[in-house]
């Protein structure tokens, strides 16, 4: 199964999954980046997103600044044009942390890395719909108006 978007699924020793990373900041791939590098317009944004290809807490940090509204930068991959895009399609997602972890559980779960009965009550629509946006960010099927054209995931 290829990785997700959000980096390596496999956290220990135990082969469990990744989880959810609440001090995600510390282990950032841009922890060590000039801020300036991250607080771009125009083209500089997609070098801004290229810090977040492949970082481990990528989804904990978009999640963090959806959750928090944050107007400027690009934090998980997405710039602010991208993240209130996202807002408007999903007005109705009331902690993306959540949404978000379950999708990576589920995942997980797909992947074989939770057991079947791990508890996830949550529609997943708009996690999915995040997942597939960092896809298609990182492969380039971004738009030049900042949207992205989905490929069919199945």
Do not use: H
């Not at 607080?39 to 977040?52: T, Y």
């Amino acid at each position: 199964m290829p990785l997700p978007p959000w980096g390596s699924l496999d956290s220990g020793e135990d082969g469990a999954g990744m989880g959810w990373v609440t001090d995600w900041s510390a282990q950032a791939a841009c922890r060590t980046t000039d801020p300036d590098e991250l607080f771009v317009q125009g083209a500089a944004q997609n070098r801004a997103k290229a810090v977040c290809t492949g970082c481990p807490v990528r989804t904990e940090c978009l999640a963090d600044a959806l959750d928090n509204r944050v107007e400027f930068g690009v934090w998980g991959g997405m710039t602010e044009r991208e993240r209130r895009a996202l807002l408007r399609r999903r007005p109705t997602v009331t902690s993306w942390r959540r949404l978000l972890e379950t999708a990576r559980s589920e995942y997980e779960r797909a992947a074989g890395l939770l057991p079947d009965d791990a508890d996830l009550d949550i529609d997943l629509d708009a996690g999915i719909d995040v997942m597939r946006g960092i896809a298609a960010v990182d492969s380039g099927l971004e738009r030049a108006d900042g949207g992205v054209r989905y490929a069919a995931v199945g």
